[in-house]
T-cell receptor, first 114, second 114 residues
Framework: GIQVEQSPPDLILQEGANSTLRCNFS?????LQWFHQNPWGQLINLFY???GTKQNGRLSATTVATERYSLLYISSSQTTDSGVYFC????????????????FGTGTQLKVEL | EAQVTQNPRYLITVTGKKLTVTCSQN?????MSWYRQDPGLGLRQIYY???????DKGDVPEGYKVSRKEKRNFPLILESPSPNQTSLYFC?????????????FGPGTRLTVT
């Protein structure tokens, strides 16, 4: 099956710093999403971005589908940004009979300190 | 407001006592699915449903049942829970079944089976 690798696995930032999280995937995808799992365990949708660039406030994301990677940018980080960031993909090969199952990466654990 | 609700949010139960985790969405979405999240194993799909009365197994269906009698509801049934079903459970949904849609996750249900 498709492999999804995220880096770095852990990241500690001072409040106000910027960061870039990376997601590499091993096959062509028709769906790529970024999620934030907060300390209470909730999965928050950040971006649906199978290709191109999107921005939402301090967050932005870019997916280069032809090179099989996606980047999540966090600017001016805040303590509320702490948690785990997941990249999840749905490969083209799953479209038929695959149940639209998202394959999640192992995540980047982010801690933002004062 | 578009939302996905799960109940209960937290549950501690004993081995063998049947339980149901409900999932309800008010977005008129066709596709619904269940995932479980475990440390070191990530998120794994349990069951999914492409439409009313259409359900199918995901990667880890053993010990679970589902039903889809109405479009909005997709309950997860544990007939005889065991300690290895202790996990964080998420219900997900998307507008269509083609795989080209963003998926939305419920707030999660933290289940402990003793």
């Amino acid at each position: 099956g498709i492999q999804v690798e995220q880096s770095p696995p852990d990241l500690i930032l001072q409040e106000g710093a910027n960061s870039t999280l990376r997601c590499n995937f091993s096959d062509s995808v028709n769906n790529l999403q970024w999620f934030h799992q907060n300390p209470w365990g909730q999965l928050i949708n950040l971006f649906y971005i199978p290709s191109g660039t999107k921005q939402n406030g301090r967050l932005s994301a870019t997916t280069v589908a032809t090179e099989r990677y996606s980047l999540l940018y966090i600017s001016s980080s805040q303590t509320t940004d702490s948690g785990v960031y997941f990249c999840a993909v749905l490969p083209f090969s799953v479209l038929t009979g695959g149940g639209n199952k998202l394959t999640f990466g192992t995540g980047t654990q982010l801690k933002v300190e004062l | 407001e578009a939302q996905v609700t799960q109940n209960p949010r937290y549950l501690i139960t004993v081995t063998g006592k049947k339980l149901t985790v409900t999932c309800s969405q008010n977005m008129n979405h066709e596709y619904m699915s269940w995932y479980r999240q475990d440390p070191g194993l990530g998120l794994r799909q349990i069951y999914y449903s492409m439409n009313v009365e259409v359900t199918d197994k995901g990667d880890v269906p053993e010990g679970y049942k589902v039903s889809r009698k109405e479009k909005r509801n997709f309950p997860l049934i544990l007939e005889s829970p065991s300690p290895n079903q202790t996990s964080l459970y998420f219900c997900a949904n998307s507008p269509g079944t083609s795989g080209f849609y963003e998926q939305y996750f419920g707030p999660g249900t933290r289940l402990t089976v003793t």
